[in-house]
């Protein structure tokens, strides 16, 4: 069974910067995509970042510019640099991998780290 343990999460200014990580453990044989997604209280959830495994990354437009998604495979580990953080960033952020596990490819969720932007 694969687990994803999300860390990094907090209370920072308006302006400032949070680095998110996101380790898989279990067996795996392969992670396609990797995501980081977000939650904010009433809303959607919606997808920020994706990573490919060629290294190909696609952005929500509104963090474009601001943060940067990488991986490490070596490690089975997404990264998530948030800078100019803004209140509207506010949310529950939660990374996914496609991985393959043995048979075939399923999409696998973390439980989740808080990131609060105060103004």
């Known amino acids: 069974q694969v687990q994803l343990v999300e860390s990094g999460g907090g209370l920072v200014q308006a302006g400032g910067s949070l680095r998110l990580s996101c380790a898989a453990s279990g067996r795996i044989y392969n992670i396609d995509a990797m995501d980081w997604h977000r939650q904010a209280p009433g809303k959607q959830r919606e997808m920020v970042a994706r990573?490919?495994?060629?290294?190909?990354?696609n952005y929500l437009d509104s963090v474009k510019g601001r943060f940067t998604i990488s991986r490490n495979d070596a490690e089975n580990t997404v990264y998530l640099q948030m800078n100019s953080l803004r209140p509207e960033d506010t949310a529950v952020y939660y990374c996914k991998m496609f991985a393959n596990t043995g048979t075939y490819y399923a999409d696998v969720w973390g439980q989740g780290t808080q990131v609060t932007v105060s103004s």
């Open positions: 990573i490919y495994e060629g290294g190909k990354t």
